[in-house]
């Protein structure tokens, strides 16, 4: 599915996101945890790769810490929809029925 683009080998540290910034360098930013104050975060280059993005295609960190690539889910086939089951009417009396027999048991 994903093919290496770039090898960095990044060892990637719990508690940062990493990622592939606009200049497609390999990047990371600090994750949001409780008692941390939301909005932006300070970004820190990691490793500079260089890359060049191309449209359609989503760059990422793969396990080895080498930056990949996959092609992007775009439009789906129109048609094949899920038929859906019509439900049964259920009966009032049936159900009045049942909530007598209930209450007669106890």
Do not use: H, I
């Amino acid at each position: 599915m994903a093919e290496v683009v770039a090898r960095s080998g990044v060892k990637k540290e719990s508690g940062y996101l990493y990622f592939v910034d606009k200049n497609g360098d390999v990047a990371r930013a600090k994750m949001s945890r409780a008692g941390r104050k939301k909005g932006k975060t300070r970004t820190q280059v990691v490793a500079r790769t260089g890359v060049k993005k191309v449209s359609g295609y989503l760059y990422f960190l793969d396990q080895n810490g080498n930056v990949a690539r996959a092609k992007m889910a775009r439009g789906r086939k129109r048609g094949g929809k899920k038929k859906t089951m019509k439900r049964k009417a259920v009966r009032k009396k049936a159900a009045r029925a049942s909530k007598r027999k209930a209450k007669r048991r106890r």
